[in-house]
């Protein structure tokens, strides 16, 4: 069992490096086979997406682009909790067919603010992929076109995926150990 100690935390490797990018192969090869013949506007969510997002964009084969977005999260009137802008998005995205490269989908209260805020700025169609998805944790009901790995409710590392910055760099998924 592969261990690793962040910060006072201890993880235990639950995705090996290879399933991962034997996922993203696959995830890929279908993007390839729906998005044929279109003109892509691929958007990573930074901080955690951005090794997702250069894993799958390598393997694309059709006319794709990619720009990377940050959530500014802010405290809304509302008492729902926080809600979140995008930041980054300097290209018109008006008419475009936009991918939306998530590192992972938990409550899906992020997304929900993205998906909006992207249909606001007048995207023609919205896509949505990522690699790991929480179904326990979700509330929303977007369909998520791609999905990577559905996993139990634990907070993971890795991947893009951090524990307060750290373990980004592992090349493996790894599960909080209670
Ligand atoms: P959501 O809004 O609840 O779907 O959570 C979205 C964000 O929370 C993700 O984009 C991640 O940045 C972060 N997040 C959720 N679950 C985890 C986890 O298990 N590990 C690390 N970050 C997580
Ligand atoms: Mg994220």
Avoid at 120 to 144: C, D, H, S, W
């Amino acid at each position: 069992m592969k261990e690793t100690i962040i910060l006072n935390k201890r993880f235990r490797e639950s995705i090996p490096a290879e399933a991962i990018l034997k996922r993203i192969d696959e995830m890929a090869d279908q993007m390839n086979n729906d998005l044929s013949g279109r003109d892509v506007l691929f958007l990573g969510i930074l901080n955690g997406a951005f090794m997702f997002a250069s894993e799958i964009f390598k393997r694309l084969k059709i006319d794709a682009r990619i720009s990377f977005v940050k959530t500014a999260s802010y405290t809304g009137t509302r008492s729902s909790g926080t809600l979140s802008r995008l930041i980054g998005l300097g290209e018109d995205i008006k008419g475009e067919n936009v991918i939306i490269l998530e590192d992972i989908v938990d409550s899906g209260h992020t997304l929900e603010n993205i998906v909006h805020e992207i249909i606001l700025r007048g995207a023609a169609t919205i896509g949505i992929a990522t690699l790991l998805f929480k179904p326990e944790a979700y509330v929303k009901n977007f369909t998520l076109d791609y999905t990577g790995f559905t996993i139990p409710n634990d907070f993971v590392v890795g991947f893009g995926l951090d524990y307060d910055g750290y373990g980004r760099n592992l090349t493996s998924v790894y599960t909080l150990v209670p």
